[in-house]
């Protein structure tokens, strides 16, 4: 047995000596797959690694990447983990104002960006920061240098660094720091998220106990990997031995589904959303029989539970079911999907129990960045599974309910702190080392964690991705014809707004435009007046990142005043009350698309 994994690089002598595979790491490039071996993994990891070392840099130096998935994210993140560089992994989907303070307050000095498209963006952000010394992509991209530079380097300079690196590899200690990640702040300033060594390995490891999966199972990973979320689950496959398969472009997810036929997959509730609509559009096209029946099995799905028996009568059903409808489904997924890890938002039960009747097992888990970032999940291995909860808390971690049922917990995977932000720290981690999730929830049978609310403002799309509303409506109120807005859409596919317009201005707008009304009734539903706002929302969107944009607004005949009750004393949006007042609008917003 090889020496235990404390460090996220102990897993490339682990991989090595006990699973080597030709196919570790896959991905695609011009339409075709193309597949790294576990010794050229660790090769390339090593090279990667000398030759940051011959760029100068140091331990405690910050790197950042910003890319797609694909398998040399992992040298990069290995190169940096074995010389004791701080990765700083950042979406490529954020505004140019995100990231350049991310990368100032990082002190990040050396950047790799993965195409053409993010080189463009990132740039001329990086040519203002004077301490990044360093440009490099991970594809072919003109005018820039290639990273295989690096690689290179390694490798040119092997004699003289080797055992060098030998004896730095040795110096790095659980408790180093490995990363920090940054994530949404309420006041839309992204927070640094640190996270030691110990803080992802005691995460992955004990994640990885919940399946019997392994050598002889291959993966895909689409969920971005700069997420800890993903990043931890690639940490997980690695070290059971699995060959990963890298998707950078989710337009090809079902095509490499089908390609690749994967055991076990990560994903977040809007894409099992669409695998689930895909099911009943299926459905739809049959007519007669067929398609009788195939809502007849649809319908058997309502009676799944795990670890459930059924009795002889509709164990005959499933039976039958699962030959003509079921046996498709799993088709549709490449044919031998055991598992799918599900998280970043609630997942509907319904899609949970049609997935498991398939024999696709959904593991609905929790956590944040801050905690490394599985907290709880739904465990196969242990039985313990319970669909609309997020299964049984996580090995090493201790969980309570504070009296106004926040979620507090203890636990190796708290993080070190917000980098630089003592006081934000001193916040979520009380004295007696309790983290403050955040989030509202219960325990079900005593064991079964159920998330029920958010505390705070900040929500999550059903894709994962966080929302930090005042940030966003800071910005829309700069426009002078939005007097308040209040931004909506959790765990829906996209955000929305709620507009109170400046009716003074506004009918002075329309005086001047010849456009006559009666009231303000009458005024939000002229479609001149609702295109002027959306055009002013789309200047707005413009400075957003993609998942923050607002998708559709609704205007509102009322202003928003302390007197009629949607604005505190302080002239804070009460947004329940305004989510109350209204609801209809609401679910107009969100019924297109909704059966």
């Known amino acids: 047995m090889a020496n235990p994994v404390t460090r996220t690089f102990d897993i490339l002598e682990r991989y090595l000596n006990e699973f080597p595979r030709k196919d570790a790491l896959g991905g695609k490039r011009n339409g075709g797959w193309y597949t790294f071996s576990t010794e050229e993994y660790v090769e390339k990891s090593h090279q990667f690694a000398m ?99 690096i690689l290179e380097l390694g490798k040119s300079n092997k004699s003289k660094l080797k055992s060098q690196l030998e004896e730095i590899k040795k110096t790095i200690q659980p408790e180093d720091l490995a990363t920090i990640i940054y994530t949404s702040g309420t006041t839309g300033i992204p927070k640094g998220v640190m996270l030691s060594q110990n803080n992802l390995v005691s995460n992955f490891v004990a994640h990885s ?15 971005p990997l700069c997420h800890v979320y993903e990043r931890s689950v690639n940490y997980h496959f690695q070290y059971k031995g699995m060959g990963i398969y890298y998707v950078g472009n989710l337009s090809q997810i079902v095509s490499a589904i089908k390609e690749i036929k994967p055991h076990m997959f990560n994903s977040v509730p809007r894409l099992l959303e669409k695998v689930y609509d895909g099911f009943v559009t299926k459905g739809k096209e049959l007519t007669g029989i067929k398609k009788s029946l195939y809502f007849w099995a649809m319908d058997l799905t309502r009676h799944f539970e795990y670890n459930k028996k059924y009795g002889p009568l509709l164990s005959l059903k499933i039976k039958i079911a699962d030959k003509l409808i079921y046996s498709k489904w799993r088709a549709a997924l490449g044919g031998n999907i055991v598992y799918v ?14 997935l498991g009747m398939a024999r696709m097992l959904n593991l609905e888990g929790y956590g944040l960045t801050e905690t490394s970032p599985v907290i709880a999940v739904n465990n196969p291995a242990s039985g313990e ?10 090995e090493g971690f201790e969980v309570k309910i504070a009296e106004d049922g926040e979620i507090l917990c203890k636990g190796p995977g708290v993080m070190k702190g917000y980098y630089k932000e003592q006081d934000l720290t001193d916040e979520v981690i009380d004295k007696d080392g309790w983290f403050h999730t955040g989030d509202i929830g219960v325990f079900e049978d005593g064991k079964y964690l159920k998330i029920t609310d958010r505390k705070k403002e900040i929500f999550k799309l059903s894709g994962g991705k966080y929302i930090a509303p005042q940030m966003i409506e800071n910005k829309l109120k700069v426009s002078e014809l939005i007097e308040q807005v209040m931004v909506i859409g959790a765990n829906e596919k996209f955000a929305s707004a709620l507009i109170s317009p400046n009716f003074p201005l506004l009918h002075d707008w329309c005086a001047e435009h010849k456009i006559h009304f009666e009231n303000n009734m009458e005024l939000i539903r002229i479609p001149e007046v609702i295109e ?9 969107n413009k400075t957003l990142g993609s998942h923050e944009q607002i998708s559709r607004i609704r205007l509102v005949c009322d202003e928003w005043t302390p007197a009629t009750g949607e604005l505190s004393p302080t002239l804070k949006l009460r947004r329940s009350i305004v989510a109350a007042k209204y609801q209809l609008l609401i679910d107009d917003i969100y019924s297109a698309g909704k059966s």
Do not use: C
């Open 532 to 540: 002027k706002i959306q055009k002013e929302v789309q200047i707005i």
């Open 341 to 354: 890890v599900s998280g970043g938002a609630s997942l509907q039960p319904r899609i949970a129990r049609v």
């Open 51 to 149: 030759g940051l070392m011959a760029l100068g840099l140091k331990k405690g130096d910050k790197v950042a990447t910003v890319t797609t998935n694909r398998p040399e994210w992992n040298f990069a993140d290995m190169g940096l983990a074995m010389t004791g560089v701080v990765h700083v992994p950042i979406y490529p989907t954020i505004g140019e104002d995100e990231y350049k303070y991310i990368l100032h307050h990082a002190e990040v000095k050396l950047l790799i960006i993965g195409d053409q498209k993010l080189y463009e963006k990132i740039q001329p952000v990086a040519k203002m920061l004077t301490q990044i010394e360093h440009v490099y992509t991970f594809e072919p991209v003109e005018g820039a240098k290639p990273y295989e530079e």
């Open 385 to 394: 599974m319970k669909i609309g909860t997020v299964g049984a808390v996580l």
């Open 209 to 223: 106990k919940m399946h019997h999966l392994g050598k002889d199972h291959h993966v895909i990973s689409f969920l």
